[in-house]
């Protein structure tokens, strides 16, 4: 089989499935039914009072309330004073929304962080100091344990790290050599008695207005009553049209996952018969008489240094992770529990018991999850062997 038509093949099954996907996609009919950023429906519920900008219109969403999506299907929030955040949960009955920083810098947030001109509030908070101190100023504070480290890749460093600190601690005893960024900074709590607080546990924030607590505990969606003016009202959810949601994610994935898998095996023969013939081609060109064939069997991992150098954290009470991340830890299995030491990759924010990770990146430079390459696999530890072979 000629190279060309092997390549044809391909494109031509990669254009069917994808056609075959674009045909089941729920559509909505009504462009204010509730919603989501992601096609499989991974992500918080949006409805009134958020609205999808550039997807709705503006009566679907109430102001300041405009949500958006990012090119992973996770839902973004702009805040007028403190930029964007990612919505990891929206509670319509308690009127308050979970806040992540999606590039995992909380720091570069808390330094000025403020809900000035928005339409939110902080539903319970506490007030911290942030400073700034290299690793042997803060291990040298007699109270460092009581200091929280704000991690961020490209900010913070082995070195030099981020501490947010009660105010009162920070004025009975000053860290030596360590420089103030901002005296008070007020973070929005999930929990009101939280006595220990993490980056990794979030924030909350919750609305007054618009009340639509009525309307959810009627089970009906909240609104404006009239195309003109702000007045609020409950209606009866509408009724669907054609299949339900729930059916039509049902037949793709009873029918596109075998697709898929398929796929998958069609492509992988029709490359493997291509790596056969361009072997064959490339041998009988090069080696007319002799074959030596080298395959290297290697085993590529980091350093310890570059191991080291990803944030480690203590996992707090909520035991509440940003997405993709869930309770378990994808190596060994076990679910995480509070005050265990997590480490995780920055390029990709995946979250692993710190000894299993450490373990997992010795011998292997990609993620256990997504497969994808850490920056600090530009200087592994390898090894390899070579097996050669030769015939007459």
Same mark, same amino acid.
């Given at each position: 089989?000629?190279?060309?038509?092997?390549?044809?093949?391909?494109?031509? &099954? &990669? /254009?069917?499935?994808?056609?075959?996907?674009?045909?089941?996609?729920?559509?909505?009919?009504?462009?204010?039914?509730?919603?989501?950023?992601?096609?499989?429906?991974?992500?918080?519920? /949006?409805?009134?009072?958020?609205?999808?900008?550039?997807?709705?219109?503006?009566?679907?969403? =109430?102001?300041?309330? !405009?949500?958006?999506? %990012?090119?992973?299907?996770?839902?973004?929030?702009?805040?007028?004073?403190?930029?964007?955040?990612?919505v990891t949960d929206i509670d319509y009955f308690s009127q308050s929304i979970i806040?992540?920083?999606?590039?995992?810098?909380?720091?570069?947030?808390?330094?000025?962080?403020?809900?000035?001109?928005?339409?939110?509030?902080?539903?319970?908070?506490?007030? =911290?100091?942030?400073?700034?101190?290299?690793?042997?100023?803060?291990?040298?504070?007699?109270?460092?344990?009581?200091?929280?480290p704000l991690y961020c890749r490209g900010v913070t460093s082995r070195n030099q790290?981020?501490?947010?600190?009660? *105010?009162?601690?920070?004025?009975?005893?000053?860290?030596?050599?360590?420089?103030?960024?901002?005296?008070?900074?007020?973070?929005?709590?999930?929990?009101?008695?939280?006595?220990?607080?993490?980056?990794?546990?979030?924030?909350?924030?919750?609305?007054?207005?618009?009340?639509?607590?009525?309307?959810?505990?009627?089970?009906?969606?909240?609104?404006?009553?009239? !195309?003109?003016?702000?007045?609020?009202?409950?209606?009866?959810?509408? *009724?669907?049209?054609?299949?339900?949601?729930?059916?039509?994610?049902?037949?793709?994935?009873?029918?596109?996952?075998?697709?898929?898998?398929?796929?998958?095996? /069609?492509?992988?023969?029709?490359?493997?018969?291509?790596?056969?013939?361009?072997?064959?081609? !490339?041998?009988?060109?090069?080696?007319?008489?002799? &074959?030596?064939?080298?395959?290297a069997i290697a085993t590529t991992g980091l350093n310890r240094a570059t191991i080291?150098?990803?944030?480690?954290?203590?996992?707090?009470?909520?035991?509440?992770?940003?997405?993709?991340? %869930?309770?378990?830890?994808?190596?060994?299995?076990?679910? =995480?529990?509070?005050?265990?030491?997590?480490?995780?990759? *920055?390029?990709?924010?995946?979250?692993?018991?710190?000894?299993?990770?450490?373990?997992?990146?010795?011998?292997?430079?990609?993620?256990?999850?997504?497969?994808?390459?850490?920056?600090?696999?530009?200087?592994?530890?390898?090894?390899?062997?070579?097996?050669?072979?030769?015939?007459?």
């Amino acid at each position: 089989m000629e190279i060309r038509e092997l390549k044809l093949m391909i494109n031509i &099954i &990669i /254009i069917i499935f994808f056609f075959f996907l674009n045909f089941f996609q729920a559509s909505s009919v009504d462009v204010c039914n509730p919603t989501s950023c992601s096609e499989m429906g991974m992500g918080p519920e /949006i409805r009134f009072p958020f609205r999808l900008k550039d997807r709705q219109s503006d009566r679907c969403g =109430y102001p300041g309330f !405009d949500l958006s999506c %990012n090119e992973r299907g996770q839902t973004i929030i702009t805040l007028p004073s403190s930029g964007d955040f990612l919505v990891t949960d929206i509670d319509y009955f308690s009127q308050s929304i979970i806040l992540y920083d999606p590039d995992f810098c909380l720091v570069k947030r808390l330094i000025d962080f403020n809900l000035t001109n928005s339409s939110f509030r902080a539903a319970h908070q506490r007030n =911290y100091t942030i400073v700034r101190c290299t690793s042997d100023d803060w291990l040298s504070y007699p109270n460092y344990q009581m200091a929280i480290p704000l991690y961020c890749r490209g900010v913070t460093s082995r070195n030099q790290a981020f501490l947010a600190m009660p *105010p009162s601690m920070y004025e009975q005893q000053k860290p030596i050599g360590c420089k103030l960024i901002n005296p008070r900074v007020s973070v929005p709590l999930q929990l009101e008695d939280s006595q220990f607080w993490s980056p990794m546990d979030g924030l909350e924030l919750a609305w007054s207005e618009p009340a639509c607590r009525i309307c959810e505990n009627q089970g009906k969606l909240c609104g404006f009553k009239s !195309d003109t003016g702000s007045d609020i009202a409950c209606s009866n959810p509408p *009724p669907s049209k054609g299949l339900p949601r729930g059916a039509k994610y049902g037949i793709i994935i009873g029918v596109g996952v075998p697709g898929l898998v398929c796929l998958i095996g /069609i492509i992988s023969f029709a490359f493997g018969k291509l790596k056969v013939y361009t072997l064959r081609r !490339d041998l009988n060109s090069s080696l007319p008489t002799t &074959i030596n064939l080298q395959s290297a069997i290697a085993t590529t991992g980091l350093n310890r240094a570059t191991i080291d150098s990803y944030p480690k954290m203590v996992l707090g009470e909520s035991q509440r992770l940003p997405n993709p991340n %869930n309770g378990t830890c994808p190596i060994c299995l076990s679910d =995480y529990v509070p005050k265990e030491t997590l480490r995780t990759i *920055p390029e990709c924010n995946h979250y692993f018991h710190a000894e299993c990770i450490d373990e997992w990146l010795k011998l292997n430079a990609t993620c256990p999850l997504c497969r994808n390459t850490p920056d600090g696999s530009l200087h592994p530890c390898s090894s390899s062997t070579s097996l050669v072979s030769s015939s007459p």
